[in-house]
């Protein structure tokens, strides 16, 4: 499984994103979620959806601001960030997982960075 971000960048506040997750090696039976870190700061995990039933979840500080979706025509999973706040400067990263929840998330990609300014 191999896994590829893209789409991060410099915004303002207020503005928005859409980051790619490309996934190779694997079909959509597995999760995809995204995790953020910040410096100094605990990795957080933001949303999974579910490559299966496409049922998605969010984190508290996410919900109402990004969805996260599936094209599994092109094994891309897409994470939208709209209103960002200068807090959701991190690198983001998306990982796999046989579920979103009860089971690991084995394999990540590189991560991309997203910077916020107010």
């Known amino acids: 499984v191999q896994l590829v971000e893209s789409g991060g960048g410099l915004v303002q506040a207020g503005g928005s994103l859409r980051l790619s997750c490309a996934a190779s090696?694997?079909?959509?039976?597995?999760?995809i979620g995204w995790f953020r870190q910040a410096p100094g700061r605990e990795r957080e995990g933001i949303s999974c959806?579910?490559?299966?039933?496409?049922?998605?979840t969010y984190g508290d500080s996410v919900k109402g601001r990004f969805t996260i979706s599936i094209n599994n025509e092109k094994n891309t999973v897409y994470l939208q960030m709209n209103s960002l706040k200068p807090e959701d400067t991190a690198i983001y990263y998306c990982?796999?997982?046989?579920?979103?929840?009860?089971?690991?998330?084995?394999?990540w990609g590189q991560g991309t960075q997203v910077t916020v300014s107010s």
């Open positions: 090696g694997f079909y959509f039976e597995y999760a």
């Open positions: 959806i579910s490559g299966s039933d496409d049922v998605a």
């Open positions: 990982a796999a997982a046989t579920s979103c929840r009860g089971s690991p998330f084995g394999s």
